[in-house]
């Protein structure tokens, strides 16, 4: 039983490393998100909670992008390490949906139905939206270059630098 002899705080194949690049992409994340959440209240009137959707927005194309970017056969080869710092540690902390809720919820229970459907809609549309055209963005970029991926291509331009 590999999870007795190995904690089962640790993943099957993973290490504490794999953790510590998790935490600090959400480190990272988090702080980014404070940062555009805060440039958010100084640019907006205020009324609309524009930081976690832009946040969410942001993270949700950023995450769709990056995954089909460095999947299996993608452009670029990631990994494990490099795929959980941005997808799990940088994605994580930089979106929230928690925030989305807490806000959603207040909307709700402050009687403005209005606001809060508005919200909740724009919010899942252009979530999904983002992750779509992330996407899309990077399926046409995996595709460029005859389906050679640029990570192959990196290599030979480095071995033709060793050689």
Known sequence: MKSREHGWWRAPG???ALYAFIGTGAAIGGVARMLVSLAALEWSAGGFPWGTLCVN???SFVIGFYATLTEPGGRF????GARH???TGLCGGFT???VFSLESVQYLAAA?????ALYIGVSIATWLGAAWLGIAAASRLN???????LSREMERVDDNRVA
């Open 57 to 59: 927005v942001v993270g």
């Open 77 to 80: 080869k990631a990994g494990d």
């Open 85 to 87: 710092f941005v997808t």
């Open 14 to 16: 993973g290490s504490l």
């Open 112 to 116: 403005q139905y209005g606001m809060a």
């Open 96 to 98: 929230t949906f928690s």
């Open 143 to 149: 595709r460029l270059g005859g389906g050679v991926p």
